[in-house]
């Protein structure tokens, strides 16, 4: 593993918070989130507890990918708001202690930004991936739509094609697997830098990176992708020492040692394709994609999963990873399903997030979960939110639910104006209704972030020892703390190995007990002891 500069300190404590901005509050009435929306519901956050926010993409672009298709890095998109109202927002949150991250679109960029449209007229521009073939195009590749002959090669819809980083393996016989130290790929890798530069430079505290493992092509154990990234953290540590990389790759045993602070599990990625995250929340309902197996999760009313496929992964990576970074645990994110999906009811909710708060990963929660917004099915594909039949994103990207009033607070626009439609079931949660409640689920969260907050032995760094990873899955956390969860609807129980845990004392409970050395926990239930 390559000698890096120690991971910020800050990060170690950080509780995420994902939002989705066009989607999370509008301020001026055109339906659309923008940044003076979340600025405006900053407090919301601050009370929370959370300290980190993570931003998809606000950059400007056509939208054919939500924002993932940039045409401009180092402008924001119109819909936002303007380039001050990102700083206002950034100072908002700063001065309530939470840092502002963005979405770094890395691997590709919308067929509309000036370096393609100066591509695809330009037979020596290289960058990106460019066959001059005139007799048919390799398999992947896209018709040039300029006077330059052959086809570029897209990185995810056809819209964005891929920026070039070179291949990691050349053929003479494929004359575009240009090597890795071309002119084209120094020159997106010097662009990276400048990018990233300039955010920072600005105030923010770090970047997400899309699709992190895409960027160097034919890369089959990811060597030159890994020292891609080696190459920018090594410079990140020395021009911006206290900012934060996290990567979406989904194998933080790769992503870590190539430079990245942090790496999500994923619904996809590393040797089981995603299984790790997938094994606890999937239950076959919202995003679901063709090729996967499972059958069961754990956090699932049936109790006929496991967390030992959760807990054997976590294990694993840990070990190749140690104290050179994290592991950071989001309860949905914007590509995949909320936690309320399909029959799982606001009742089940409390044990995950009793779970995900109390486990050695960076917590990252998904705008709304804290209050059980659910996935919303049957929406119609909205800036390229449909991958498969199966797959529709944009039931995870609906409008944030505030108050209990038609529009639910998210924008003053007529709801057919809305960025995606709002839940339409009456019964819908929402914040103001949820903070008059000190029984909600949002008072829970709240309190468990605090906890996780003012307890070392809960948060990141501190060991845990699990003891039974069936129902009740029941786990101590520094020698201090006792969690047990059960997410199926049957009550659970398990008996402590001698001699248990003496005197255990309820700090959070969902009607789990601890006599002498047996933990019973009811269906749906969760404790949270100091002994």
């Not at 939470?98 to 691997?107: F, K, N, P, Q």
């Amino acid at each position: 593993m390559p000698s890096f500069r120690p991971v910020p300190a800050w990060l170690a404590d950080a509780v995420l918070y994902q939002i989705y901005p066009q989607s999370f509050a509008d301020s001026n009435g055109d339906g659309i989130g923008d940044f003076n929306g979340v600025t405006e519901r900053i407090d919301h956050l601050a009370w929370l507890g959370v300290n980190t926010v993570w931003l998809n993409p606000c950059f400007a672009s056509p939208f054919d990918d939500a924002g993932y298709d940039v045409s401009d890095y180092l402008s924001v998109a119109p819909r936002y708001g303007t380039a001050d109202d990102l700083a206002n927002l950034v100072d908002a949150a700063r001065r309530r202690g939470i840092r502002v991250m963005l979405d770094l679109v890395a691997g590709h960029t919308s067929d509309r930004h000036p370096w393609f449209q100066a591509a695809i007229d330009d037979p020596a521009d290289q960058r990106y991936i460019w066959t001059e073939a005139r007799d048919g195009l390799p398999p992947g590749f896209v018709p040039s739509p300029g006077l330059r002959a052959g086809g570029y090669l897209p990185n995810f819809f056809e819209s964005q094609p891929a920026l070039n980083f070179g291949y990691a393996r050349e053929n003479p016989a494929e004359p575009w697997r240009l090597p890795v130290h071309a002119e084209g790929p120094r020159a997106n890798r010097a662009a990276l830098r400048e990018i990233m530069d300039h955010w920072l430079r600005l105030g923010l505290a770090g970047f997400r990176v899309d699709m992190a493992h895409s960027l160097v092509k034919d890369d089959p154990d990811l060597t030159e992708t890994g020292r891609l990234w080696t190459e920018l953290r090594e410079w990140l540590d020395a021009t911006h020492p206290d900012a934060a990389l996290l990567a979406e790759w989904g194998d933080p045993a790769v992503s870590v040692p190539a430079g990245f602070h942090s790496d999500f599990f994923l619904q996809f990625g590393g040797p089981s394709d995603g299984l790790p995250l997938r094994s606890l929340w999937n239950n076959g309902h919202g995003t679901v994609a063709d090729h996967w197996t499972q059958k069961h999760c754990y956090f699932d009313a049936d109790g006929g999963g496991t967390a030992g496929t959760f807990v054997t992964a976590w294990e694993s990576v840990s070990a190749v990873i140690g104290d050179q970074g994290f592991i950071t645990l989001p309860t949905a994110n914007h590509d995949f399903s909320r936690l309320a999906c399909g029959p799982r009811t606001a009742e089940q909710l409390p044990a995950a997030f009793a779970f995900q708060l109390t486990w050695p990963t960076l917590p990252a929660i998904y705008y709304g979960d804290e209050i059980g917004m659910r996935y919303l099915p049957g929406l119609p594909d909205h800036e390229g939110s449909v991958l498969d039949p199966g797959y529709n994103r944009a039931g995870s990207r609906t409008p944030m639910q505030w108050d209990d009033t038609p529009g639910a607070g998210f924008s003053t626009a007529p709801e057919d104006r809305y960025y995606l439609p709002l839940d339409p079931d009456p019964g819908r949660p929402d914040v103001a209704t949820q903070r008059a409640d000190p029984g909600s689920l949002l008072h829970l969260v709240r309190r468990l972030i605090a906890l996780r907050t003012s307890t070392p032995e809960l948060g990141s760094r501190s060991p845990v020892n699990v003891l039974h990873s069936g129902y009740p899955l029941v786990y101590t956390r520094g020698d201090a703390y006792l969690v047990a969860v059960n997410p199926r609807r049957e009550p659970a129980s398990f008996t402590l190995p001698a001699p248990g845990a003496p005197g255990a004392r309820p700090v959070e409970t969902g009607g789990a007990t601890v006599d002498g050395q047996e933990v019973t926990v009811p269906g749906f239930g969760w404790g949270i002891f100091a002994y």
